[in-house]
């Protein structure tokens, strides 16, 4: 008992120390004080790449608003959020990058690497802090092997694992502010 009464003075000591501690994190990686914000809008990006699949922009954004939705508490509002996004695709295109040679000297040597890349233009206003507001590209890109698959087979794909990578190095620029 008298151990306890000795710590008891201590253990009070770091409770209050922690409690006086204004910086707040998660599992996810965010500093949001949710205090001051506690909402946030994504208005619809719009593709101005002039490429990729026809749903290509609303696939975007409704991915954007569930990975926010998922790592942080805000809720997300139609308008007027504390944090707002908006933006547009601004490039989808595909580039050869390794040549292969053919072994008929009559056709021409062929890519043996394509690599899709996407960009994406975001501005980013936090109300909370005007400071943090910002606009900013995003890209990332992905290869395939032609001479095995079509891109009609992997683009689904490829654009999905594109837009998680762009939309965690998002999250990480705007709200876990890295």
Do not use: H
């Amino acid at each position: 008992m008298r151990l306890n009464r000795r710590f008891f003075p201590l253990l009070c000591l770091v409770f209050l120390a922690l409690q006086a501690c204004s910086v707040k994190y998660s599992f996810t990686g965010t500093n949001i004080n949710y205090e001051l914000v506690k909402t946030f809008s994504v208005e619809n990006f719009f593709n101005d790449s002039g490429g990729g699949p026809p749903n290509l922009e609303q696939r975007f954004t409704e991915a954007f608003k569930e990975y926010y939705q998922r790592n942080t508490q805000l809720e997300l509002v139609n308008t007027n959020g504390q944090l707002q996004f908006s933006g547009a695709i601004s490039r989808y295109t595909l580039t050869p990058q390794a040549a292969v040679s053919s072994n008929d000297p009559n056709l021409p040597d062929r890519a043996g690497q394509m690599r899709l890349t996407i960009t994406v233009e975001v501005e980013y206003i936090n109300l909370a802090n005007e400071e943090e507001s910002k606009t900013q590209p995003f890209s990332f890109f992905k290869d395939y092997d032609p001479r095995t698959v079509t891109l009609l087979d992997v683009e689904n794909q490829l654009v999905e694992e594109i837009f998680e990578v762009i939309i965690q190095d998002i999250f990480t620029a705007t709200v876990a502010n890295w």
